[in-house]
Every structure is written in C-alpha cells, then in structure tokens.
C-alpha cells in the first residue's frame, strides 16, 4: 500500500492533484478540504491510500494521516465505497465526522450527497464503537463544514488553482447570492459553480 507521497504539486483541479515524485507525476484524488490547502510549484506531503479495483488503480490523498484512516474507516461500513467516503470528507472535517458517528447525528451525516436517514443510521450503528474516543466535548463543531465554512474553503480553493484573491471573492460572493437559503450544497458543488462563475465574468 502506498501510505503517502511527498512531492511539487504539478497541477490542481476541482476533483484531484498531480503530485511530482521522483519524476512520476502521480494523480491524486483530493476532497475540497485537502486541494485548499495545495499550491501549485510547493512542495507537499499527502496521506494517501490506495484503492486497487479489476480495472483501475485509484490513489486517493488526504492532508494528514487522521483523514485517511477515517476514509478507509468509513468504507468498512455497508455500502459505502472510496467515492461515497470521499464525498463525506468533502463535506465535513474528519472531526465533525466523528462526532456525528459518536453522537449519532444522522442530520450532520445525510448533508452528504448519496448518504440518505437510512444511511446515516447505518453508518452510526457500524461505526459508532469504532469511531474511538474524541477528544474534548466540541458539541458546537457538529454540523460545521458544508455550512459556515465552504466561503473560505471554496476561496482557497480557487486561489490554489491559480485565480487572483480578487477573483476568488468575486466569485464566492456570486455563489453565494444563488443560494436559496435553503441547505447548503457541497464544497465541491460549490466550487464547480464559483469556476463557472469564473467563467462568466472574465
């Protein structure tokens, strides 16, 4: 298995990151959380795991060791594969994924695109005595990612791959006026629709 990979970011896009090791240019299948933080020309170190399937090899990448393992825990619960596990790590931090799972929020779980209540429960009652002990209480953090925070993430984002700061505003302010006030889309919807803006208003 391939624990991690340190190298310059080549490249980075809305659904992954080219990663330069040892003049292998590597793609690497990122959340939002983890492609804020890349900076095309740096240097990086991501936590990685590998996802070996019949007819593909699929390295997924993750800004620190504690996300990884959480991805590959969630995907020892029925019916959730790398992708759907992706997606809950592109919507919520590691930590608010836990304390969903050991509190049993299933309402912070279904803001997931493909997690339905059913789901949710699934995912509390499989993961729940797996989840291990958290750290402080940190009650007020469940429900914190796909909310108040996706302005800056989605800002990072679009920074990290190559707009102006200026630029990044103009288009999380458009966004952000779409929205109809009702839940929150995902990081990654959002930030497709802020490129798109981008688009529009060159």
Known sequence: MIASVRGKVMAVSPE?????VGGVGLLVQCSAHTL????????????????????SLTLY???D??????FELLQTATGVGPRLA????????PDVVRRAISGGDTSTLT???GIGKKGAERLVLELRDKIGALPGDGAALVGVGAGALWHDQVRQALVGLGWTAGQADQ??????????????PPVPVLLKQAIRMLGTLR
């Open 111 to 113: 803001r997931v695109p």
């Open 16 to 20: 992954g990151a080219v990663i330069e």
């Open 65 to 70: 060791d504690e996300a990884r393992q959480l």
């Open 86 to 93: 992706q997606a809950v790590l592109s919507v919520h931090t």
């Open 61 to 63: 990448g993750f800004a």
């Open 36 to 55: 804020a933080d890349l900076r095309v020309g740096t240097e990086t170190r991501l936590a990685t795991s590998l996802v070996v399937r019949e007819d």
């Open 171 to 184: 288009a999380v302010s458009a966004v952000a006026e779409q929205l109809d006030g009702g839940t929150t």
